[in-house]
DNA sequence: TCTGGGGTCCTAGGACCC
DNA sequence: TCTGGGGTCCTAGGACCC
């Protein structure tokens, strides 16, 4: 059996561990440059505000009953940490999979056992953190991630829902779950199920693997099995280390001049870089891209992208914005207002395991060695002095691409000064 | 005036080869 | 009027997740 553990209104909930004033108001959390509603208390939910509903179209009357914080992912960041931390205390098979859920194995725990187990869990993880928790335990993900939901939904189960593959119970709640509300259905697969007259998870579970892998394809086919209760999702390795390194942000506000786009793209690039050379990675090349804001549809619309191949497999910041640079100048146009714009880092090889060119000379040895040695003080200067303490080039003031967010809560547990203003008042 | 960011996997289709 | 077949590799784009 596996268990989901998945966090109550994840960063509400965290906001409300060091604010108790937030419990019983309606609270939402925004996304970057407070445009959209990224996390909601059950009270705004109630309020019929939606996931992702941007912040500029909530009505008045709303706006002035909530509570909408900038969000802070330093602090989400460490909680998330910290709740894992105690899972690991209950199963040596914790897959941490988002910054808010868990997958938990509980495999060889013996099944009379495995609920009280997962009451325990979860009043520990409030104990110890703060962050009330869902847990949902079934023979497969899929199913899981159902008990989840149900575990949180009905109080009936007061957060702890055990579902099995067979049983009457599960025939019952999956004959009412709608397919769109299972993990890996939305709504391009929901509008084609339906025309195929498959509305419910049980229909999908009753359907021919062959044919749903015909019509569908191969993921499809596997949330079949995963339905019978025949585990066929693997999740990727969380610690393997990514094979693309994107950086991206809108604009605080629009722009068309050149020098804000570089200003933003070299920004990005550093911050790549940074993850890049965390993750002992080098890149082969790099892709910039620009866009326009798709949503003012009165204005002209421009989007661009472009692939810069690196003369050779590098994690060089100095590399990295010489390609960006390129790039950008190559798919910059005149008289748009940029929205926003970002780079990512392709084809990512080990740096252990790259192969040395035949022909490189001792000259580029040497210069390998002290561009690594170059990078690894810049990496330790920003990491022990504070971010940003060392860059290439500085952006100007008030620049255009600057994020905007107004509202953002102390980081109460990865900065002292910022936990000493709370007391402080 | 204001609509997030960072990932993964899969498939179709084009280029190319023999 | 007739115009092969089979394979690989790569990329773009769709769909989905949180």
Redesign the pocket.
Known sequence: MIALVDGNNFYVSCERVFDPRLEGRPVGVL???D??V?ARSQELKALGVAM?A?L??LPPGIRRQAVLLSSNYALYGDMSRRVNLVLAEFSPDVEFY????SFVGLEGFPEHELEAHCRRLRETVRRWTGIPVGVGVAPTRVLA?VANHLAKREPAFEGVCLLDADGPVTRRVLERWPVTEL????????ERLALMGIDTAWQLREANPQWVRSRF???MERLVWELRGRASITL?DMDAP?????????FG??TGEFRDLQEAVRQHMGRAGE?LRRQGSLARAVQVFVRT?P??TSEPQYRNAV?VALPGPSADNRVLLEAAGRGLAAIYRKGYRY??C?VMLLDLVDSQCHQLSLLEGSGQAVERDRSQRLMATLDRLNRDMGRDTVRFGLPRKDNAWALRCQRRTPRYTTHWQELMRVRTG
């Not at 993990?183 to 929901?190: D, F, H, I, N, Q």
């Not at 990514?242 to 809108?250: A, D, G, M, N, Y």
């Open positions: 996304s970057n440059n445009g959209c990224v992702g941007p500029h179209l988002s910054i808010d859920e991630k993990w890996g259905v939305a709504r391009r697969s929901g394809s191969v993921v990727d990514r094979q693309r390194i994107l950086v991206s942000r809108s506000r629009l993850k804001n949503f003012q692939v929205q926003k970002g």
